[in-house]
């Protein structure tokens, strides 16, 4: 069946740079949406960005001038790069499969932000 | 486009019918998706394109509406179905996958 796997630090450094993977295996990357999102410390879901279709991206316009997302076919996974992180990035990272709703969700990660 | 969701929070009694309702600033047709996230867990998709529901899902769950309005109705509260219960738009004028900000369901 189809799994996702997230991997990453889980502590970053306050305006540093946080990066996460996504680990894809049962289904090719190649094909539907491939989705990060978050949620923080009692807070609801934000859908942070996506690529589709092996390279197309889209993202929250409330976070596009720090983040990027990039896919590696060849490795099946898909990752996130997250800039000029504060405190309030700290949150639970989800990624997750888009058909186009999310119909599987890796288990999360979660990422805090600290000096 | 901003999704709403009514109420914040509902408590009710195993056994009753529990509606709740999520708004879109404008029309999405049916490109809506319910999620159920209980505490601690990894959200679950319920509902997609606003009535289909996902398999495996229990057939008292149901979700209805298109346009602005949509609606999740539990048909009898079970003590399993405690959790927060989201909405997503992702229809594509923009594409975006834009969360609601919530509805949690407890037991009375």
């Known amino acids: 069946q189809v799994q996702l796997q997230e991997s990453g630090p889980g502590l970053v450094k306050t305006s540093g740079t946080l990066s996460l993977t996504c680990t894809v295996s049962?289904?090719?990357?190649?094909?539907?949406?491939w989705a990060w999102i978050r949620q923080s410390p009692g807070k609801g879901l934000e859908w942070i960005g996506y690529v589709y279709f092996g390279g197309s991206t889209y993202y929250n316009p409330s976070l596009k001038s720090r983040v990027a997302i990039s896919v590696d076919t060849s490795m099946n996974q898909f990752s996130l790069t997250l800039a000029s992180v504060t405190p309030a990035d700290t949150a639970v990272y989800y990624c997750a499969r888009g058909v186009p709703a999310f119909d599987i969700w890796g288990q999360g990660t979660l990422v805090t932000v600290s000096s | 486009i901003q999704m709403t969701q009514s109420p914040s929070s509902l408590s009710a009694s195993v056994g009753d019918r529990v509606t709740m309702t999520c708004r879109a600033s404008q029309g999405i047709s049916n490109f809506l998706a319910w999620y159920q996230q209980k505490p601690g867990k990894v959200p679950k998709l319920l509902v997609s394109?606003?009535?289909t529901l996902q398999s495996g899902v229990p057939s008292r769950f149901s979700g209805s509406g298109s346009g602005t309005d949509f609606t999740l109705t539990i048909s009898s509260l079970q003590p399993e179905d405690v959790a927060t219960y989201y909405c997503?738009?992702?229809?594509?004028?923009?594409?975006?996958?834009?969360f609601g900000p919530g509805t949690k369901v407890d037991i009375k």
């Open positions: 394109a606003a009535s």
């Open positions: 997503q738009k992702y229809d594509s004028s923009p594409p975006g996958f834009t």
């Open positions: 049962g289904d090719s990357i190649s094909r539907y949406y």
